[in-house]
């Protein structure tokens, strides 16, 4: 199915299959100078993930004015990225996890040398998309470039993997390591769609502050899903943040679990009034929302 007749499927679901559509056509390249590598970055991009960052800056775009090839390639380029920093994340060095998203880890199935070099891979053909967006001016794309770059160096991503792993934990600390860990990619894509879609200075405020608390919602949420769901509903391995003879990390290392609990459901009530601030039918886009993250931490599988 093209992309044209995926929009026209339906809905969320027609955005969903334009996704997953691009990104197998983009890993179709990976393997062309090295097959073994090829393998570890395509089963690592087209592992069946929630694709939740590229669906919001969709749902987003369909109510800004439509979705361009531009938008989703650069939605698809957030998701690369998203993708080689969960190969990272699983590393022995850093979390030591064995599964993700229902398969094993990429260093479990390829080897730790490949799977590192599988995520810088990723993240330089993220950006190489980019580069060459469809339909995207010269000057959008070093804009595009630019702002996904940002998010994932020493002011970014980077950063708040490091302090999420060394840093001594308090509640102000937990939030900035949420804001670079986490929200900085939902931040970038945010700012790829404003620059895409030519938005207004208006809009491309409210959603930078929408995307630094879907950030840290986001990740409350996934802290509380690590010691209160079980792996294989969850697809990968739990209890990585509050493991025996370890220091805690994340929410749970500053609050107990009731107080992360009433701490998520705040930052999930400024998500909607947020969203109810946007310049545009934000109705669609809170309705996916709410389907990866529930109103209410009590919610949580």
Sequence with gaps: MDEQGSRNASGIVGWRLVVDARLADIAAGFGLASPALGRAMSEAALSPGKRFRAMV?????????????ALIDAACAVE????????FDDLPCMDDAQARRGRPATHVVHGESRAILAGIALVTEAMRLLTTAR??????RVRLVAALS???????????????LHAAKNASGVQREQDLKTGALFTAGFEMLGVIQRLGADDCATLAALSRTLGRAFQSYDDLLDVQ???GALGKDTGRDVQAGGPARGVLAVRSLPQAQAHYDGLRAEVEALLGRCGFDSLSLSRHIAQVLPVRASRAA
């Design 57 to 69: 800056l969709l749902i987003a775009g369909e109510a800004t004015g439509g979705v361009t090839p």
């Design 80 to 87: 690369l990225v998203h993708t080689a920093s969960l190969v």
């Design 135 to 140: 339909g995207a001016d010269a000057e959008t």
């Design 150 to 164: 940002g998010a994932l160096g020493p002011a970014g991503l980077s950063a708040g993997q490091d302090l999420d």
């Design 229 to 231: 769901a079980e792996a």
